[in-house]
């Protein structure tokens, strides 16, 4: 009797379309311009889709889109010009080069393989802000890694969701 696996991680996954990758990040980049006041704990959804798809699919999704990504949160969030772009190049590119490293494990434990770049990731954004003479936003504000982390297993789920082949075999179609 073969052992069959109990999760769907070993599905075959249909190529994801440009379109979705690009409204997935306008997706965070709108869920990072929610005024949510002083909340803590609140994760930077851009850094978090482009380590997703810097994970995924690191040939289409590079450090040229992280850029453009940087710049547009720099302009839309009125900070200084350059902490996005400068912390998003450098987490798109260890996603990328993890990428294959992060994807040999579960869910979980790629979870604990985000969490150092999201973090990095903030530490980068942390001290743009004390060089350009801002005050330091509080030990809070590193909160938002650790729930993005938490957040990688339902993210990873809506996000590959129209990547998945149907279970059951169609008779009418040709794959």
Same mark, same amino acid.
């Given at each position: 009797?073969?052992?069959?696996?109990?999760?769907?991680?070993?599905?075959?996954?249909?190529?994801?379309?440009?379109?979705?990758?690009?409204?997935?990040?306008?997706?965070?980049?709108?869920?990072?311009?929610?005024?949510?006041?002083?909340?803590?704990?609140?994760?930077?959804?851009?850094?978090?889709?482009?380590?997703?798809?810097?994970?995924?699919?690191?040939?289409?999704?590079?450090?040229?889109?992280?850029?453009?990504?940087?710049?547009?949160?720099?302009?839309?969030?009125?900070?200084?010009?350059?902490?996005?772009?400068?912390?998003?190049?450098?987490?798109?590119?260890?996603? !990328?080069?993890?990428?294959?490293?992060? %994807? &040999? =494990? +579960? $869910?979980?434990?790629?979870? /604990?393989?985000?969490?150092?770049?999201? @973090?990095?990731?903030?530490?980068?954004?942390?001290?743009?802000?004390?060089?350009?003479?801002?005050?330091?936003?509080?030990?809070?504000?590193?909160? !938002?890694?650790?729930?993005?982390?938490? %957040? &990688? =297993? +339902? $993210?990873?789920?809506?996000? /590959?969701?129209?990547?998945?082949?149907? @279970?059951?075999?169609?008779?009418?179609?040709?794959?």
């Amino acid at each position: 009797m073969a052992m069959q696996p109990t999760h769907n991680s070993r599905r075959i996954l249909l190529p994801v379309r440009q379109w979705f990758i690009l409204f997935s990040l306008a997706a965070a980049f709108f869920l990072n311009l929610v005024p949510l006041g002083d909340l803590v704990g609140v994760p930077d959804w851009v850094a978090l889709v482009l380590a997703f798809w810097g994970v995924r699919e690191p040939l289409r999704v590079g450090m040229g889109t992280a850029f453009v990504a940087g710049l547009l949160m720099d302009v839309a969030s009125g900070s200084v010009i350059g902490q996005h772009p400068l912390a998003y190049l450098l987490l798109s590119f260890a996603a !990328g080069g993890l990428s294959r490293r992060i %994807l &040999w =494990f +579960p $869910l979980g434990q790629q979870a /604990l393989h985000i969490l150092p770049l999201l @973090l990095a990731t903030q530490v980068v954004m942390v001290v743009a802000r004390l060089v350009g003479g801002a005050e330091f936003p509080g030990w809070g504000y590193f909160l !938002g890694s650790f729930t993005g982390a938490l %957040l &990688w =297993f +339902p $993210l990873t789920f809506v996000l /590959l969701l129209p990547q998945y082949q149907p @279970l059951e075999k169609d008779e009418n179609r040709p794959i």
